[in-house]
């Protein structure tokens, strides 16, 4: 394992949406099938994870004073979807910011180190698991605070080689369960827009009973659904080796759950990677759509191959259902209904944890708070 560590006084916020970054052309657009990256791009990025979660610190302080933490501008550059991410997200702390000063409190200063924990290159896509470890100041209000405050915190980040021998970063998560970091921005998914566009945002669907029946129409367009039901209730446990797993890189569920749809007669469209107007998979890489909750459910609604639903129990075999467990507008978690129970119920297969036929009765009772999306196929 080869690590890096960078240290930032955080002080003055970054600009994220106009920045450009890139890597020698023989370590990015010529990456090995599978590999682990030499020193100097885990250094690149490892100052990447560093500029990105120095800005959201940078949000929540009193002042602005310090070294600015810059991105390695000639090396790596921010998807046009992930910029305006981050900037919405900045938002969100600077809103944070002052809720917190309405309660007394308030932080002058931050210090940051990020560690590069691992690195994994497959084909053009490198997946980057670094150690964020931040101390905050508290400012003196009362003059009865302590020195400081600080957190651990674990990232995953997704980057891609693009044309030019440059690396485009995609995607940042926590790989952290419990509440999030104070600088942990809040994203919904109706404030991220792509190329001027808002993003479909899926209503939640209710879980009360009875539901008002939603027969499914017949389709036209050539889908099998009991092909869709049979592919995940063959591979639920047992994973199909023609696709890669990515269970240790945020969930396969997605994964899983577009690969069933596919055999059920979705057609590919392919394009930039960060589109959410395009779904693929191929021998390389795949587009954020197929493995990303949210990126599907943007996908999905705005190609028209799904209808919201009003409620969990109006689905059927082929169906799908989404859920947000801190309803903190993100999408957790994808499965698809593989039966229906006579009564109404429908049951549900998926991976991560691999399950199936599980109903929905089931999954509402272990998570009464979660927020839950229902669509039809």
């Given amino acids: 394992m080869t690590s890096t560590i960078l240290r930032s006084a955080v002080g003055t916020v970054l600009t994220v949406a106009a920045v450009a970054v890139c890597l020698p052309a023989s370590s990015a657009a010529a990456a090995p099938r599978t590999a682990t990256a030499d020193q100097a791009t885990t250094q690149t990025f490892g100052r990447t994870a560093d500029a990105v979660l ?42 944070r ?14 210090d940051t180190r990020v560690t ?25 209000i009362r003059g009865d605070e302590p020195a400081t405050t600080g957190f651990k915190a674990r990232h995953e980040l997704d980057f891609t080689a693009v044309p030019g021998g440059t690396w485009e970063l995609t995607g940042i998560r926590s790989r952290d369960e419990g509440p999030g970091a104070i600088n942990a921005p809040t994203l919904r998914a109706a404030t991220v827009a792509d190329d001027g566009n808002t993003m479909p945002d899926a209503p939640a669907a209710g879980i009360s009973r009875p539901a008002r029946p939603y027969p499914r129409k017949q389709q036209t367009g050539g889908l099998d659904y009991a092909a869709m039901a049979a592919y995940s209730e063959k591979y639920w446990r047992n994973y199909n080796p023609e696709y890669r797993k990515f269970n240790a890189a945020g969930g396969d569920c997605t994964n899983f759950l577009s690969q069933a749809l596919k055999a059920g007669g979705w057609k590919t469209e392919g394009g930039s990677a960060s589109d959410y107007r395009k779904w693929w998979y191929d021998a390389n890489h795949q587009s954020d759509s197929w493995v990303g909750a949210n990126e599907w459910s943007w996908y999905a609604l705005n190609s028209k191959r799904v209808t919201s639903l009003s409620n969990v129990y109006q689905m059927d075999v ?60």
């Fill in 54 to 95: 120095t800005q959201r610190t940078a949000a929540l302080l009193d002042n602005r004073s310090g070294r600015i933490a810059e991105l390695p501008r000639k090396q790596v550059r921010l998807s046009a979807r992930l910029a305006r991410a981050e900037d919405a997200g900045v938002s969100s702390l600077r809103a």
């Fill in 97 to 110: 910011k002052k809720r917190l000063a309405d309660l007394g409190e308030a932080y002058t200063g931050a």
């Fill in 116 to 140: 590069v924990d691992s690195t994994r290159l497959t084909g053009r896509h490198a997946t980057v698991e670094v150690t964020e470890s931040t101390t905050l100041t508290y400012k003196k």
């Fill in 318 to 377: 082929g169906d799908v259902m989404q859920m947000d467990f801190d309803g903190d507008g993100s999408k957790d978690h994808s499965m698809m209904t593989t039966y229906r129970s006579s009564y109404g119920v429908p049951y549900l297969t998926y991976h991560s944890t691999n399950t199936y036929r599980k109903s929905v009765a089931s999954i509402i009772a272990s998570y009464p708070d979660s927020v839950y999306y229902a669509y039809r196929t």
